[in-house]
């Protein structure tokens, strides 16, 4: 079976007690037992349950592992894994990980005795000698955000068996469809289904997938005593909307090409950052490990002043933070995503007053284009 087939054949979708076509919402807290004498497949919600079981299925047979979790948001993913360390462990990350994973990790974990290393993720003798005696795991997010950059999911997951470690990857840019991390070594797969899993723009949510059963055991337990599984409802729109997913991304990431190599041309673009252009510094890597360049790109424009006009301008993409829903999403790095980090540190991050983030939605290409050029002959030269 291939992807666009599993998508809506892979898993239970369909309802084994009456034929439903899609699987109904169990909303219950509990259920009847049989009999007080012996367990039964599903006894309280936090613990399981049918709807939420369906989407963990789902993704696990999309993703390629056989265990799958789901969670209240990327984040509630996110910690259920790192929280799996122990006091004394030391992980190692790549510098240009997901703020909140950031903030995570600076405000949570170190308080409680995990310690981090950050590197340049691009640099893979930065991961080999940021490896200590009480290293456990490397964590990496590959394109970056929000300039795209690429790391060599291979080479890391070598460096890290050569040490025993356990590789985590947030794979929220690509989605299962456009990069299999798992069959590249990867032990952890983590997703924020918020973005283009889900891809209406309309729930928050997370998913992990490991093909490991101590891992899956781990991650099952954390969910359950953490306490931040996702909420019935959430799955059956995260399942409606999965089943789409193979259909929005080949809309998506053509328009994402098309767009690139259209700013790229542009006088009063300065920078184009996406991975499927063959002058990415990462083209070559990123064709090796995933499908195509994705459907989220950065470009940067000349000053503050020229992003101000061009995003009045702009009349289809909606100005918001998040990626991955069918309305192209226009984010604005410096008052966004990074506005936390002092200005000296974003500007060598390369994250600069120019610099735009566009997650193109489903809308027809010609028509995006045409947005895009109007409000770029907007800008003051
Ligand atoms: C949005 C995002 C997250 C966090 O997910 P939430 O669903 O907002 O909690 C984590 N990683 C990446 C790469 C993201 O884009």
Redo the contacts with the bound molecule.
Sequence with gaps: MRDNTRLIHGYEVFDEQTGASSIPIYQCSTFKQTSIRQDQPYTYSRFGNPTRRALEEGIASIEGGRFASAFS??????SAVLLSFSRGDHLVMGKS??G??FQLVNEVLQRFGIKVSFVDETDLDQWRQAIRPNTKALYL?TPS?PLLQITDITSVVSIAKESQLTTII?N??MTPLLQKPLELGVDLV??????FINGHSDV???LVVTDDPEWAEQIKLQQKVLGSMLGVEDCWLIMRGMKTLGLRMQQSCQSAEAISHFLAKQPQVRNVYYPGLPSHPGYAIHQKQAKNGGAVLSFELANQQAVYSFADAVKLPIAAV???GVESILSYPVTMSHACVPKEEREKQGVTEGLLRLSVGIEETEDLLGDLAQALEKIDQ
Excluded at 73 to 78: D, K, L, V
Excluded at 190 to 195: D, E, G, L
């Design positions: 948001s990327g984040m509630g993913a996110i990980i997901y909140g994973t997010e955000n947030d929220t840019f983590i997703h924020s289904a918020t973005k928050v949510a997370g998040s990626l991955g």
